[in-house]
């Protein structure tokens, strides 16, 4: 069983520089006429080049604020982000991101959808590439239809392709699969890993279930409850590509994984609050 360690470590001096560095980050919210909220204490991460890192802990520690803060929608109270070694100061254009709704624009069609991200950057051959796009993930057939003709999935598959259309350096994914029903959910996390391995982007994840977690991630970070911290980083080593996740949910290093994980988040996980 892989040992788990602290990620807030320093990196190690061999090691190559980071694609995203968070620095003992804090977030206290401010509510008027309340007292202030500490959110988010001290947290310290890295996530190497052509990574996926998950993110899991209780509901409110945190986890879609490390989005907003690597993404420059939101800054840190204290500490700070860094991307390929420069601060984040403000929006980041080289970001994809992606979330547990699908987001297509009713009035355009799956192609025009895949296509919109492309046309605020004004790229001349948007509707090939969307196209393409479309095709690997097997939706080609439907760029024609509007968002109400598409089951729950193919919106879904319409969201990924568009998040990969604009070949972001960084993916941000905030539980994007979240709201599929449970075979839906396998099938789009087998279909985002093959397309992932063609490109090797940069992944910061953030899920509540850990079987998504482990089937897609080289390393999950646990989070406290609130104020989220960092507890433990727990690297996953196992091969890729990987095994489906029904099958890869039988072997004994997947179940080792999922108790050591378990074990952690166990007890910051509160029913009542």
């Not at 990196?11 to 509510?31: H, S, W």
């Not at 989070?223 to 690297?235: A, C, D, E, H, Q």
Request: one cysteine or more.
């Amino acid at each position: 069983m892989p040992a788990a360690t602290t990620i807030s470590d320093p990196l190690p001096a061999t090691e190559t520089r980071p694609k995203i560095r968070l620095v003992d980050v804090g977030i206290t919210f401010r509510p008027p006429r309340r007292e202030p909220v500490v959110a988010v204490q001290n947290v310290s991460l890295a996530v190497p080049e052509g990574a996926i890192v998950t993110i899991v802990g209780p509901s409110g520690c945190g986890k879609s604020t490390m989005l907003n803060i690597v993404s420059g929608l939101m800054p840190a109270t204290t500490g700070f982000a860094e991307v390929d070694g420069e601060r984040v100061t403000g929006i980041r254009h080289d970001v994809g991101y992606m979330f547990a709704r699908d987001g297509m624009l009713p009035w355009r069609t799956a192609g025009r959808n895949v296509e919109f991200g492309l046309e605020i950057r004004g790229v001349a051959n948007r509707r090939e590439v969307a196209r393409e796009w479309l095709r690997r993930v097997g939706l080609e057939k439907f760029a024609g239809h509007y968002r109400h003709e598409l089951s729950q999935g193919m919106r879904q598959r319409v969201a990924v392709a568009r998040t990969f259309a604009i070949d972001p350096d960084i993916l941000l994914m905030d539980e994007p699969f979240g709201a599929l029903d449970s075979q839906t959910r396998l099938l789009l996390q087998e279909l985002f890993l093959t397309v992932w391995e063609s490109t090797r982007k940069t992944v910061l994840f953030v899920t509540h279930d850990l079987h998504e977690a482990i089937f897609l991630s080289d390393v999950v970070v646990v989070f406290t409850n609130r104020p989220g911290r960092v507890k433990s980083t727990i690297p996953i080593d196992l091969p890729r590509p990987r095994l489906p996740p029904a099958e890869l949910a039988t072997a004994s290093e997947f179940r080792d994984l999922y108790s050591r994980i378990w074990s952690d988040l166990r007890d910051e996980v509160r029913m009542f609050e």
